[in-house]
């Protein structure tokens, strides 16, 4: 029965004429390995939009569900059967622990890494040929999927690659297997290249999401990551190509100040995917995600869709309509930089089109083409996302009073929306490029202004300031908090004119710290602290760990937004139950030369919760540092 079904995909594949592999991947995430959508109607509204690849996962915990028996569950088949008939290839990640193998944490035993190598090679005999993208793990540097362990080190998946790399391209010679989503940066990348890993996986894959930042050009920002990167991959390469997968890129539209209108969203993927095609070593870019996770609007993750969760469609979803059908199959003749603008010359099949990228931020540029052939073939005109229209050549400088119509010629103004040109094109040349300023930052727009949760009053030292108690625990395991005697901790707040100072006081039934470096300190008993300078971009922010590391006071400053080397001074003392934690924290580390009446902060405070089995909550006072980093959900503090 198992050939029959490979045999079955092999069919649908090349019925939907997709037996040939694409060029370049334009995919997306769909998540129906966790119940997400309906597969059948996805995939249609995916193949309506010329996706040609998703990437989705099978659990090894859903397919070991008992050691040692291996059972492929149904839903696997269905929505391989359902994308292959549409002509779209899956990337499949082979991913997270096994409760049965090394309590569930990252495979490191030999028993545990048979044990996964086991299971991929099973999802790998199983998808025949209807699967030719394997990702050996996602974001094993991030912590993703492995909730109460942590994070997993370079050392470990490149042993754990080592193992499974050979025996997968035994039973699939021609499958391209990538390497783990590397969602920290490129130091752990780079970590990774020098243990090997280049050595084992046909692919490096790696995510850029950048909606964080609040950069003036953030796809332009990508752009030049990516090209450093090329240069990462030449020194450890021999100077040549690694092929390389973004495997998650998006711009959510939440409503916050990372978030980005369904406008701003829809132009960002469309210049992503441009710039994407001029790298050559990039092979895929898959875009997260393809449908809403849900309906909370202040929510990221509710909000990176194409589509919303009733799969109504939103501005991206028709920007990548105009894009991945011809992106996928499309090779690159030549580009051209001109006055700010990038066009790009495309040849797909035997027609060309052009792609327009205005790269001057504030202004239009009005483009000015000739016809150099003798054909005057009507063009088709398509601003990235709309509904394509005919031009006829013939253009008129009427601005300027000039009568005469240039019978070859043709004018079009490109802003923030790439442009495409198509038809028959081949002799047609830019001529001319004119900038008319157009600063859309002046746009007027509904002022907003959020007001914190909570705030706190901070006062000069010698006074005697209130205590200001923590109200939120988050549990982050099946453990429940048990209330004020389970864990409560409170907060009081002094500053000099140098630094700002802390006292917390945590009163916990069971004090926990197993970790010996204070980098990992927050999985054991512990405080974190997070602050922001009023004005910061969203990036920047401080960001402080403090514990006691066998028996020992230990701090560690994790980001700031001026002098890092500014070390916070830390004493923590044990009384019974209670720990107290007293800070010293620079004002230089801030940025600030220093404090004084009427200055403010925001901030978040967090005490982390381990009774001996983990972490398995916190407590803390305001929000954006225990789940996700958004400094917009920080309370305030404020200097008297």
Not at 360 to 375: A, E, K, M, N
Not at 521 to 549: N, Y
Request: charge should be positive; aromatic fraction near 10%; include cysteine.
């Amino acid at each position: 029965m198992k050939h029959f079904f490979t045999i079955l995909g092999c069919l649908l594949l090349a019925l939907a004429g997709g037996a040939e592999e694409p060029e370049f991947y334009v995919g997306v995430c769909t998540h129906f390995a966790q119940n997400k959508g309906t597969p059948s109607q996805n995939l249609e509204m995916a193949a309506r939009a010329g996706i040609v690849s998703i990437r989705d996962e099978v659990y090894w915990q859903r397919v070991e569900r008992q050691k040692g028996k291996l059972v492929i569950p149904d839903y696997f088949g269905k929505y391989l059967d359902e994308a292959v008939k549409r002509g779209i290839r899956p990337l499949i990640i082979l991913d997270y622990g096994n409760r049965f193998y090394d309590g569930g944490n990252y495979p490191a035993s030999d028993e545990a890494i048979e044990g996964f190598t086991r299971y991929c090679e099973a999802i790998v005999r199983y998808a025949g040929d209807r699967v030719k993208l394997y990702q050996v793990w996602n974001e094993w540097d991030g912590g993703c999927g492995m909730r109460g362990f942590g994070r997993g080190t370079p050392e470990g998946y490149v042993k754990l690659l080592r193992a499974v790399y050979p025996r997968l391209k035994k039973i699939a010679p021609d499958a391209i297997i990538i390497s783990n989503s590397v969602c920290t940066g490129e130091k752990f990348l780079e970590k990774t290249f020098r243990l090997g890993v280049l050595d084992y996986c046909d692919a490096i894959g790696f995510h850029t999401y950048n909606y964080t930042a609040l950069l003036d050009t953030p796809v332009e920002a990508w752009f030049k990551r990516m090209q450093n990167l090329r240069k990462l991959i030449h020194s450890y390469n021999g100077g040549k190509d690694k092929p390389v997968f973004i495997t998650e890129m998006g711009y959510p539209n939440h409503l916050s100040n990372s978030g980005s209108s369904e406008e701003e969203s829809a132009i960002k993927l469309a210049r992503l995917y441009l710039y994407a095609r001029t790298l050559p070593f990039l092979k895929g870019l898959y875009w997260y995600d393809f449908q809403d996770d849900g309906w909370n609007s202040a929510r990221n993750e509710n909000n990176f869709g194409l589509v919303r969760a009733d799969l109504t469609p939103k501005l991206p979803y028709f920007a990548m309509k105009s894009l991945a059908a011809r992106l996928s199959r499309a090779e690159l003749l030549e580009s051209e930089t001109r006055d700010g603008l990038l066009l790009l010359r495309f040849r797909n099949g035997k027609e060309q089109f052009l792609a327009a990228i205005n790269q001057r931020p504030g202004v239009d540029l009005q483009l000015i083409f000739t016809d150099t052939g003798s054909s005057r073939d009507a063009l088709t005109l398509e601003l990235v996302g709309s509904a394509p229209l005919t031009r006829s050549w013939g253009f008129r400088d009427w601005t300027a009073r000039k009568a005469e119509v240039i019978p070859n010629q043709l004018s079009v103004t490109v802003g923030e929306m790439p442009l495409l040109l198509s038809g028959n094109v081949e002799k047609v040349r830019l001529t001319e490029v004119r900038p008319h300023a157009f600063d859309r930052t002046r746009l007027v727009k509904t002022a907003g202004l959020r007001l914190p949760a909570s705030f706190a009053e901070v006062l000069p030292a010698g006074k005697t300031a209130k205590t200001v108690p923590f109200e939120t625990y988050r549990g982050l395991t099946n453990s429940r908090y048990g209330g004020q005697g389970d864990l409560s901790a409170g907060f009081r707040a002094n500053y000099t004119r140098d630094a700002l100072l802390l006292e917390l006081e945590v009163k916990d039934n069971v004090f926990h710290q197993p970790e010996t470096a204070i980098e990992t300190a927050w999985k054991g008993d512990s405080i974190q602290l997070a602050f922001q300078c009023t004005g910061a971009p969203f990036s920047v922010r401080t960001e402080i760990d403090a514990a006691l590391i066998g028996g020992k006071p230990a701090v560690m400053v994790r980001a700031a937004q001026g002098d890092r080397s500014r070390i916070p001074q830390c004493r923590i003392e044990r009384r019974q139950e209670r720990t107290v934690y007293h800070l010293t924290i620079p004002a230089r580390l801030f940025g600030l030369k220093a404090f004084d009446s009427g200055a403010m902060l925001t901030g978040a405070l967090l005490v982390n919760d381990n009774d001996g089995n983990g972490r398995k909550g916190f407590l803390s006072w305001g929000g954006g540092i225990g789940i996700r980093k958004d400094p917009g959900l920080y309370n305030l503090f404020i200097f008297k």
